[in-house]
């Protein structure tokens, strides 16, 4: 891995033990919803300003639901100028990862277990919520013990069939960093060698790097970074970077810290809409330019000998499934790629994903290579990256030898 210059691409399912995919953003945002709205009446907390959130938060979900993916819907207020709603629906998407990253479904299910038992009279979660709540004909309460009460059984049947349940931390980033980082008085220090360029707004690599050591490698650079670290430029977030608004950052992620600190959260908000940035915000030319910098380790983008001294041997793509919402930037990136190399056929594209999924992703990859060799860059067919499967492991991240 030494003599290797490589770039890992992730895409949501690179972190998709912990952070829910497309599928299942709808489930789990109703989930944070009815667990907001119990947690109130539970504690009996309230302000006008906290209703008014939960009612846009239903309100996004419902118009979630009637878009394809959350990001259709951002796009779709973005280009139609609502920058009100564009804003208050940023701040509840921090909300919703802060709250996936601060506990498992683990955390949640005891509890729910700790708080029921204290009822005496109360044998299961249905008979406590009805009894706490007293819904009667009220629907939004029906609908919190519906949500709370489908997650509740989801959870016991997937222990029953040794399913795995989600947890807050997608273990692989931990996996990832130990393999690959070397030692450097007593804390890990990450090669020089490696850039990780993502699609994800979580946080799941920062988390993981926090862990072993107390400041985490972000490119555009979060308010926390310190000097040094921010010249390195090895990870760039083309979303932003959402984790900046957690309180307390990434040393009190847990669930008894979220109930304590998520309506200070909403009431205080720090920067949400230049920390949420969606690749389309961004004009394509200025785009490409921060591209540029990044892959290029912030050379000149038209001095080619300088930007190959350091070019790529390996791209590694985990958990991306190239959404046509995004082939712009796809186009982009693979185009900075190939016209930073001067022996594309030495450049290899890995692809870790289930086998099935296989061919669908390599076409992708190869009709962007097409597209950039023959139209952007000429530089001829001869010369041509090689495309090659990397197996699926649900517990590692590929890292070529």
Same mark, same amino acid.
């Given at each position: 891995m030494a003599n290797? #210059?490589?770039?890992?691409?992730?895409?949501?399912?690179?972190?998709?033990?912990?952070? *829910?995919?497309? #599928?299942?953003m709808v489930e789990r945002l109703e989930l944070l919803w009815a667990f907001l709205k119990f947690e109130l009446h539970h504690n009996e907390q309230t302000s006008q300003d906290i209703n008014d959130f939960l009612s !846009?938060?239903?309100?996004?979900?419902?118009?979630?639901?009637?878009?394809?993916?959350? !990001?259709?819907?951002f796009k779709f207020l973005y280009f139609t100028n609502n920058s009100d709603i564009y804003r208050k629906y940023k701040?509840?998407?921090? $909300?919703?990862?802060?709250?996936?990253?601060?506990?498992?479904?683990?955390?949640?299910? =005891?509890?729910?277990?700790?708080?029921?038992?204290?009822?005496?009279?109360?044998? !299961?979660?249905?008979?406590?919520?009805?009894?706490?709540?007293? *819904?009667?004909q009220d629907k939004e309460?029906?609908?919190?013990?519906?949500?709370?009460?489908?997650?509740?059984?989801?959870?016991?049947?997937? #222990?029953?069939?040794? %399913?795995?349940?989600?947890?807050?931390?997608?273990?692989?980033?931990?996996?990832f960093l130990l393999d690959i980082c070397g030692n450097k008085e007593m804390k890990p220090k990450f090669p020089k060698n490696i850039k990780i360029i993502s699609w994800n707004y979580d946080g799941q690599l920062e988390?993981?790097?926090?862990?072993?050591? =107390?400041? *985490?490698?972000?490119?555009p650079k979060p308010l926390t970074l310190t000097r040094s670290l921010i010249y390195n430029k090895q990870h760039y977030k083309i979303n932003g970077n959402v984790t900046e608004l957690y309180p307390l950052r990434f040393n009190s992620l847990s669930l008894d810290t979220f109930i304590?600190?998520?309506?200070?959260?909403? $009431?205080?908000?720090?920067?949400? %809409?230049?920390?949420?940035?969606?690749?389309?915000?961004?004009?394509?030319? #200025?785009?490409?330019?921060?591209?540029?910098?990044?892959?290029?380790?912030?050379?000149?983008?038209?001095?080619?000998?300088?930007?190959?001294?350091?070019?790529?041997? !390996?791209?590694v793509i985990i958990g991306y499934s190239f959404p046509f919402s995004n082939k712009d930037v796809d186009q982009d990136i693979i185009g900075i790629l190939l016209h930073s190399s001067s022996q594309l056929?030495?450049?290899k594209f890995h692809i870790q994903c289930p086998l099935e999924d296989y061919a669908k992703y390599k076409k992708y990859v190869n009709d962007y290579i097409d597209s950039s060799i023959s139209i952007k860059y000429d530089v001829g067919d001869k010369n041509r990256p090689q495309i090659v499967y990397a197996p699926f492991d649900n517990k590692n991240f590929y890292i070529p030898r």
């Open positions: 290797k #210059n490589i770039l890992y691409w992730l895409g949501a399912g690179a972190s998709a033990n912990a952070i *829910p995919c497309v #599928n299942e !846009d938060y239903l309100a996004f979900i419902n118009e979630i639901k009637e878009h394809k993916t959350v !990001d259709t819907y701040l509840i998407l921090a $909300l919703f990862f802060y709250f996936e990253e601060s506990c498992s479904d683990k955390d949640i299910f =005891n509890h729910f277990e700790g708080v029921r038992e204290k009822k005496s009279n109360c044998f !299961d979660l249905q008979n406590y919520l009805v009894n706490v709540l007293k *819904p009667e309460k029906l609908k919190v013990i519906e949500i709370l009460c489908r997650f509740y059984s989801a959870y016991q049947k997937n #222990n029953e069939k040794n %399913i795995p349940n989600k947890t807050s931390q997608d273990q692989r980033y931990i996996n988390i993981a790097f926090n862990k072993l050591q =107390n400041d *985490p490698i972000i490119y304590k600190e998520w309506t200070n959260m909403l $009431l205080n908000p720090r920067g949400t %809409i230049s920390l949420i940035n969606f690749a389309w915000e961004n004009s394509s030319k #200025n785009r490409n330019t921060k591209l540029s910098k990044f892959l290029w380790s912030g050379k000149d983008a038209k001095n080619l000998t300088a930007a190959q001294s350091s070019q790529y041997t !390996d791209v056929q030495q450049l």
